[in-house]
């Protein structure tokens, strides 16, 4: 049996510019974080003593002998890409709701890799796990995705990466630990109750930027993005870069229809009246979790005025990316 344990992803500054139909054409960078939170999946192999040969169970069971009737997109795409046929039994386990803006789909197709190729003896580095992930996501079962998902679930901690025609690549973000303990002291993360298909919003997203509808929006993306490297690098205050997330938001939430609704304004106005110095909502848009950044000495309040929201999840970062925490094989 192999076990691991892959972050979810807190993404900061950049979202949006992270699709190659933009990057391609217009060199960007992403600000992206690993929260503690985890996505865990278990693999075994399945000994040959019943009707099946394959065995999945996450949000529903299957039971099946033949890889090309599997219904989860991701599992039948990563069991495809490392020609495994028969004989698996998966599993899946996670903290946090899926189709909730926190990458759950990355952090588990990265996931099931490293326990495939650990299941097959072979170790990958963090670079290529990611890549392999995008490449089953965007190329093997088609779906409308960034790449920032992937390569956070890979590497853990907050990264910054740099995309252009040529690829990309990521270096851990420079921060002393008195400002990532700043920062993270900061973050509340808030679930609005509301799950959604991201991928409905990412090709919306996705289409706009192909038809050239959303090209000065996400220069703005860009521009607001390394301004808010250059503070976070100056370690200024939270106010700041609260400000900055402010702008961010106020951008994303015109880069196509559904992303915001009434609802989730009157959520993020009413934050911002009670104290946060700006946030998001995460991922693609249409519900999931919201971020914000907000006083210590405020939160206690905060959290009780924000009657909107259903649960507050504690936020710490995650330094260290997937893991294989039990391999008996």
Same mark, same amino acid.
């Given at each position: 049996m192999i076990i691991t344990k892959t972050p979810y992803r807190l993404s900061l500054f950049g979202g949006g510019t992270d699709y190659p139909a933009w990057y391609n054409k217009h060199p960007s960078k992403c600000l992206?974080?690993? $929260?503690? @939170?985890?996505?865990?999946?278990?693999?075994? %192999?399945? +000994?040959?003593?019943? *009707? @099946?040969? #394959?065995? /999945?169970?996450?949000?529903?069971? %299957?039971?099946?002998?033949s890889i090309n009737d599997i219904d989860h997109p991701s599992i039948r795409?990563?069991?495809?890409?490392?020609?495994?046929? &028969?004989?698996?039994?998966?599993? @899946?386990?996670?903290?946090?709701p899926a189709r909730s803006g926190i990458g759950s789909s990355s952090s588990f197709t990265v996931g099931l890799l490293n326990a495939l190729y650990h299941l097959q003896k072979e170790s990958l580095t963090k670079e290529q796990l990611a890549q392999k992930a995008i490449t089953v996501e965007q190329d093997l079962i088609g779906e409308n995705v960034g790449i920032q998902d992937q390569i956070m679930a890979a590497h853990g901690g907050i990264q910054l990466i740099s995309m252009s025609s040529d690829g990309w690549k990521t270096e851990d973000f +420079? $921060?002393?630990? &008195?400002? =990532?303990?700043?920062?993270?002291? @900061? #973050?509340m993360l808030g679930f609005s109750g509301v799950s959604r298909l991201a991928e409905v919003h990412a090709k919306k997203n996705v289409d706009n930027i192909k038809e050239g509808k959303i090209d000065n929006l996400l220069l703005e993306m860009a521009s607001s993005t390394n301004e808010?490297?250059? $503070?976070?690098? =100056? *370690? =200024? *205050? $939270?106010? #700041? #870069?609260?400000?900055? /997330?402010?702008?961010?938001?106020?951008? =994303?939430r015109n880069l196509a229809d559904g992303v915001t609704q009434k609802w989730i304004d009157n959520i993020y106005y009413s934050a911002i009246e009670n104290g946060a110095y700006g946030g998001k909502l995460m991922g693609a848009g249409g519900g999931g979790f919201f971020m914000f950044l907000v006083p210590p000495t405020l939160q206690e309040h905060f959290k009780k005025t924000m009657k909107e929201i259903k649960v507050w999840v504690p936020f710490r970062f995650d330094n260290n990316g997937s893991q294989v925490i039990l391999n008996n094989m």
């Open positions: 992206s974080a690993a $929260m503690a @939170h985890y996505c865990y999946v278990n693999v075994k %192999e399945l +000994p040959p003593f019943f *009707e @099946h040969n #394959i065995r /999945l169970a996450y949000s529903k069971l %299957e039971f099946l002998n795409g990563c069991l495809k890409y490392t020609k495994i046929t &028969e004989n698996i039994s998966v599993n @899946h386990d996670g903290d946090l +420079p $921060m002393s630990s &008195e400002y =990532k303990k700043y920062l993270e002291s @900061h #973050i808010a490297i250059l $503070m976070l690098t =100056k *370690e =200024k *205050e $939270m106010s #700041i #870069i609260g400000e900055l /997330l402010d702008t961010a938001w106020s951008i =994303k």
